[in-house]
Nanobody
């Protein structure tokens, strides 16, 4: 059974930091990519950052470059999203998702349709 479980969300002040974790099971690591997505109230879900479990190829959306860092631990079947210098516009429900995506495609930021298994999400709220 494939599943992903997110953790690490919370309430933080602007400028603060959070570290999200995504632990997964039931997947083979060949061509496996894990992505972080977020959805703010009244807005569409958007891709934040992706990583390939094999090559370590990463992708970041422009608005988080330099502030967020994605990393992986293959031994623990886990992916992390370190979020620094958080802004109110980073608020949202953060999901991790998995898909079989080649690194070459991951590098250019595939749409969420390439990710076919999703976690339940963890809430991140950035507010004074």
């Amino acid at each position: 059974q494939v599943q992903l479980v997110e953790s690490g969300g919370g309430l933080v002040q602007p400028g603060g930091s959070l570290r999200l974790s995504c632990e997964f099971s039931g997947f083979t690591l060949d061509h496996l990519a894990i992505g972080w997505f977020r959805q703010a109230p009244g807005k569409n879900r958007e891709g934040v950052s992706y990583i390939s479990m094999g090559a370590g190829t990463t992708f970041y959306r422009d608005s988080v470059k330099g502030r967020f860092t994605i990393s992986r631990d293959n031994a623990k079947n886990a992916v992390y999203l370190e979020m620094n210098s958080l802004k109110p516009e980073d608020t949202g429900l953060y999901y991790c998702a998995a898909g079989q995506i080649p690194s070459a495609m991951l590098r250019v930021g595939p749409t969420e349709h390439y990710f076919d298994t999703w976690g339940q999400g963890t809430q991140v709220t950035v507010s004074p």
